[in-house]
Each structure stands twice: as C-alpha cells, then as structure tokens.
C-alpha cells in the first residue's frame, strides 16, 4: 500500500471525528511526541512511525483502555501513628453531575490523566465548645463540574485545629480516591487549597512549629496525602472567604 492512499485515507477518517475528537486527537500525538506545537497533521515522517494512527486505529487511540492508577502505597511510606478518621457523618451538597454548558469550555483530559486545570479546595473546620463537637466542610471545584460540597461531622471532645485538620484531610482523601476511581494518576493533579486557618496552613508548609502530639499526627498525615499529587499551592484566605463558598 502506497503513502499517498495511506494518508488520504487518513484524512478522510480525520473528517469523520467530531470538533472534540480531533482536539483530544491532536492532544495525543503531542503527547506521544508527534506533533511539535500547533502544527498541523501534515509531518508524514511522523506517520511513517505512528502505525496505531491508521483509519481502523483511530477510535483506538481516541478510546484506550484506562490506564492503571499509581500504587496506594506511594501515600502512606511515613508511619503515622495512630491517626483514624474521626469523621461520624457526611453530607454532600451537589453531586457530582456534568452540564452541558460546564464541559464546553473544559478541556477533558487524557486517559490517565487528571485535568489540566487545577483542582481548587477550600475547607473549614470547627468545635462547638473547644474542645466540643467538631464539625467540618470542604467545597470541590473539579473542573467540568458544578461545586460540590461535602460537610462532616466529627466526634466530642474535638478543638477547633483538630477540626481544621480533620476537614482537610477528608477532603485530600476524597481527591485521591475519585482520581483513582476514574483511573487518573493523582501524580498528574494539581491542588489549589485555601482555607481561614492559618495554623493549618502554616505548619502544613513547614513555617510554623507544632507543639501538640495530636497536631503533630495531622499535619503528618496530611502530608503524606499531598505527596501523592503533582503540584500543590496552600494559600491562607480571610474567614469571610470561608463563609461565601461553604456558608459558616
């Protein structure tokens, strides 16, 4: 079979995809290093060594069987301790659903991957006493998604930082889980997450001491969970920005 007949049926197939099919097409051969910046698909050398990028290959390609999703046990090498999830109950605000106008302007992203836009978290936590019954809530922008909610509840006898850790650690745990769930690599995720705390937030990143055993525990934990993701920002935002996005 000659080039020319190779490529024109190519073409010919290419015309056949949809506007989204020949983006995440386009995404795929410049991953796979055969298609160098926005040029089009006219690199014939490239096809002579692409023999999957063929008219009955294409949907293949397009489609692949999911990839494996990196080991769990890259999140817990650190032991650390006793630490259990005291969470007792669990509310979700807005389930994960697609809309139409949401996904037109997100790119999806690759088999295996996660999106390419930041996953944006912001979590609250607190005691009605200090130390009383703890609660919490952590809103989840994924991008091509409404916001989700989630508010927790936790047991007695928990400070208003005990609650704040708590919170993010569930909702790190919640990331993690749904990226594997959807075969993602949570290595491929980047993180935003703000919060009013900025005790949590400062030992987190390593710029404040912590001086009690049970903070200690958390702030272990929760970096250990971020370890498992790509990129991470940690920013510290005033309360009233809480209370907009999860309402206390």
Known sequence: MNRGYRVDALIEE????????????????RVNGLLESDEALTDLNALEIAPAITPPGLRHLLNPAPSQPAPAAQQDQTPLGAYKSPVS??????????????T??????????????????VFDG???????QGYGSYSLDWPGFPRQV??????????????????L???????????????ANPATAL???????????????GEWKV?????ETRRDKARSLLTAFGQVRLSHHNREKSVEVLGH
């Open 14 to 29: 290419i015309r056949q995809l949809s506007p989204g099919e020949r983006r995440r097409l386009a995404r795929q051969l």
């Open 89 to 102: 109950g669990r509310v979700v605000v807005g389930a994960p659903g697609e809309t139409e106008h949401e």
């Open 104 to 121: 037109a302007s997100v790119m999806q992203p690759l088999p295996g991957q996660a999106p390419e836009q930041p996953i944006r978290v």
């Open 126 to 132: 607190g005691s009605k006493g200090n130390p009383g």
């Open 150 to 167: 989630v508010r927790l509840k936790f047991g007695d006898r928990v400070t208003n930082n005990e609650a704040e850790y708590d919170t």
């Open 169 to 183: 650690i569930a909702a790190l745990e919640a990331i993690g889980k749904r990226l594997k769930e959807s075969g």
């Open 191 to 205: 993180l935003d997450i703000r919060g009013d705390s900025l005790l949590v937030i400062s030992q987190v990143k």
């Open 211 to 215: 001086n009690k055993a049970e903070l």
